[in-house]
């Protein structure tokens, strides 16, 4: 049996929005929560979260969740920070599931699927794409996790690990929630227009 993690990524700023998104509330529940909530599963033994900018904010939304936070006091430097930081909590994992904090609707069927994958043929590396577009989450063989993460600096992240492996990846079929994120008013108009209630978090 694999030992599988997942790693959700919650400390960049909310630059173009202009307010915090991962508080953001979507019918009544933060973005940040219902970006974890599918990965709280009994086949995922530990859910690590790296916060950042506006740490105490993104904490406070995620009590209740059985989750590991993990500060990130470098997240100003770029993605590779966070994915650096959450390198020490990943203990015998055999399997990392990455996701983004801003992603609040991966269906847990979507993650239900991966994992299949992973244990039936072994796959080191999936990745879910839509419309031709890459999406999350993404899983990693923790190995190749161990072994590359370390020279990533700056913004780079998954993708350049990704991209140095493409031999290992295997694709799936995603949906509109493996790539929907919240960056700006847009989103949160669309949202509104599809019957959504939204409501800032706290400021």
């Known amino acids: 049996m694999k030992r599988i993690r997942a790693v959700i990524l919650a ?19 933060s973005v940040i929560r219902r970006s974890v909530r599918p990965f709280l599963r009994e086949d995922v033994e530990k859910v690590i979260v790296v916060t950042g900018h506006e740490h105490r904010k993104v904490e406070r939304e995620l009590i209740g969740f059985k989750v590991d936070l ?12 966070s994915v650096r930081a959450a390198i020490p909590f990943l203990g015998n994992a055999d399997t990392i599931l990455f996701h983004l904090g801003d992603k609040p609707f991966v269906k847990p069927e979507r993650i239900s699927l991966m994992l299949d994958k992973c244990r039936r043929e072994g796959a080191k590396i999936i990745v879910p794409v ?16 161990r072994d590359e993460i370390g020279a990533l600096e ?31 008013l847009r989103e949160v108009d669309y949202l509104r ?7 800032e978090g706290e400021r």
């Open 70 to 81: 993990v500060h990130n006091p470098l997240h100003g430097d770029g993605m590779s920070t």
């Open 154 to 184: 700056g913004d780079k992240g998954l993708r350049e690990v990704i991209e140095k492996r493409k031999g290992d990846v295997v694709f799936i079929e995603g949906d509109e929630g493996s790539l929907f994120d919240i960056d700006t």
């Open 11 to 29: 400390a960049g700023r909310s630059r173009r929005l202009g307010f915090s998104k991962l508080t953001l509330r979507i019918d009544g529940e």
């Open 193 to 199: 227009e599809r019957g959504y209630r939204i409501e």
């Open 130 to 145: 839509c419309d031709g577009k890459k999406g999350h989450p993404v899983l990693i063989d923790a190995d190749i996790v």
